[in-house]
């Protein structure tokens, strides 16, 4: 089976950075995603990782290293808005299903 | 292009009933999972269908089923509910790398 490691809660400033860490331990592994969730909202797609390295998607950045099964979420610019629940996700195989870590929920303070 | 409607809201149930949770996917997808959500637990697989047929299987009891139709939408059903199985019920139905959530049943078991 699989097993995901996350911090269960981050504060951060209004304006900093905030790293979200996540391991991870798979049979096989068929990348990692991040997905975000406001209080009372649907969890929503974010970044999705197969490959060793850094993608980028406008504040927000995902990081992968297969070798060391370690992946991160990178906010950048905090807003209020951020503040939220965030889960890291992987999968298998391509037929197997997703499966979360227990989320890490943001606190974003003034 | 609608997203994923779950149907009803929200739901409160006594225990030893039975209940039938709907989820309609996004139009073209296939793959419907569904996932319990309960407080600091995070997303536990329930379920995974694909073309009407389950693909996959998390470890809940067997009081928790479900199928999926031909038109790809899906239902989950428990019976002889627990008070534990009060949480947020979500669907995901996918395309390639990415979940799309729908809003979640709030399920409440008294």
């Known amino acids: 089976g699989q097993s995901l490691e996350q911090p269960s809660e981050v504060t951060a400033v209004e304006g900093a950075i905030v790293q979200i860490n996540c391991t991870y331990q798979t049979s096989g592994f068929y990348g990692l995603s991040w997905y975000q969730q406001h209080d009372g909202g649907a969890p929503t797609f974010l970044s999705y990782n197969a490959l060793d390295g850094l993608e980028e998607t406008g504040r927000f950045s995902s990081f992968l290293s297969r070798s060391d099964s370690y992946g991160y979420l990178l906010l950048q610019e905090l807003q209020m808005k951020d503040s939220a629940s965030y889960f890291c996700a992987v999968r298998d195989g391509g037929n197997t299903p997703l499966v979360f870590g227990k989320g890490t929920r943001l606190s974003v303070i003034a | 292009k609608a997203g994923v409607t779950q149907t009803p809201r929200y739901l409160i149930k006594t225990r030893g009933q039975q209940v039938t949770l709907s989820c309609s996917p996004i139009?073209?997808?296939?793959?419907v999972s569904w996932y319990q959500q309960t407080p600091g637990q995070g997303l536990q697989f329930l379920f995974e269908?694909?073309?009407?047929?389950?693909?996959n299987k998390g470890n809940f009891p067997g009081r928790f089923s479900g199928r999926q139709f031909s038109n790809s939408r899906s239902e989950m059903n428990v019976s002889t509910l627990e008070l534990g199985d009060s949480a947020l019920y979500l669907c995901?139905?996918?395309?390639?790398?990415?979940?799309?959530f729908g809003q979640g049943t709030r399920l409440t078991v008294v």
């Open positions: 995901a139905s996918r395309r390639g790398r990415e979940a799309f």
């Open positions: 139009s073209g997808h296939r793959s």
């Open positions: 269908y694909f073309s009407e047929t389950q693909r």
